[in-house]
């Protein structure tokens, strides 16, 4: 998968392991083509998974 998504194996491994929690934008992007998952349906459920923000 990290040569399909053109990324680092060891990065893929940070990532896979939570040791690289917020990877770049580009390494999103790289692996989101790489598995064929629109970026807009990672978003999608990354909004999901987050905690309902309170107003302050």
């Known amino acids: 998968m990290a040569?399909?998504?053109g990324i680092s194996p060891e990065t893929?491994?940070?990532i896979e392991a939570?040791?690289?929690p917020?990877?770049?934008?580009g390494t999103v992007v790289r692996l989101s083509h790489a598995l064929d998952?629109?970026?807009?349906?990672?978003a999608?459920?990354?909004?999901?998974d987050m905690p309902?923000?309170?107003a302050s």
């Open 3 to 5: 040569l399909a998504a």
């Open 22 to 25: 917020a990877p770049a934008f």
């Open 12 to 14: 893929l491994r940070k």
């Open 37 to 42: 998952v629109s970026l807009s349906d990672l």
């Open 44 to 48: 999608e459920v990354w909004r999901a």
């Open 18 to 20: 939570g040791r690289l």
């Open 52 to 54: 309902v923000r309170q």
